[in-house]
Antibody
């Protein structure tokens, strides 16, 4: 079935980097985009950015520009997101989500989500 | 950037109640508006896309309406499994912000 499976939980020290992986299966990876969303404990959903699995085009939320890099590997149908210079307020669950193309009629909605990856930043 | 607001921030309701949640965008987004349901410890689940289209497998008691800046999610008869937090999302452009969420809990 169509699914996104994310890598496991991470514990990092302030200033370190973390890479979260998202492996897609059950569909043609390059026909869709992948968005990344995070959720701090007890808080709402925060959109971080998007990457086209077709051509690698990226769009980032302004607050993450320069600190976040999103990539894809079409040979393994995997999307990765690296966050650098981690701070305690980066502690959150990070989700990847599939974004169908605009031509699909989904109007930009995220139809499939990964299970989430908990990233804890603590000294 | 577009800002999203939701009201109420929380609602207490009983099984069988009709529940309505409102979402407002700071600029017009046409019908590029999605609604998600999230239960504790779980990933969000798409309910409604294109402001009013029901995602496959979602019960018909969920419905969405609106266009431009004002949108509504309605649960016609609340079921036990519907107690959750609901988020709207502007999906027309990048960034694609979410509303702050509406928690539906037991009255």
């Amino acid at each position: 079935q169509v699914q996104l499976v994310q890598s496991g939980a991470e514990v990092k020290k302030p200033g370190a980097s973390v890479k979260v992986s998202c492996k897609a299966s059950g569909y043609t990876f390059t026909n869709y985009g992948i968005s990344w969303v995070r959720q701090a404990p007890g808080q709402g959903l925060e959109w971080m950015g998007w990457i086209s699995a077709y051509n690698g085009e990226t769009r980032y939320a302004q607050k993450f520009q320069g600190r976040v890099t999103m990539t894809t590997d079409t040979s393994t149908s995997t999307a990765d997101m690296e966050v650098r210079s981690l701070r305690s307020d980066d502690t959150a669950v990070y989700y990847c989500a599939r974004r169908p193309p605009n031509s699909s009629g989904y109007c930009g909605a995220f139809d499939i989500w990964g299970q989430g990856t908990m990233v804890t930043v603590s000294s | 950037d577009i800002q999203m607001t939701q009201s109420p921030s929380s609602v207490s309701a009983s099984v069988g109640d009709r529940v309505t949640i409102t979402c407002r965008a700071s600029q017009a987004v046409g019908t590029w508006l999605a609604w998600y349901q999230q239960k504790p410890g779980k990933a969000p689940k798409l309910l409604i896309y294109g402001a009013s289209s029901l995602q496959s497998g979602v019960p018909s008691r969920f419905s969405g309406s609106g266009s431009g800046t004002d949108f509504t999610l309605t649960i016609s008869s609340l079921q036990p499994e519907d107690f959750a937090t609901y988020y709207c999302q502007e999906a027309n452009s990048f960034p694609s912000p979410f509303g702050p969420g509406t928690k539906v809990d037991v009255k």
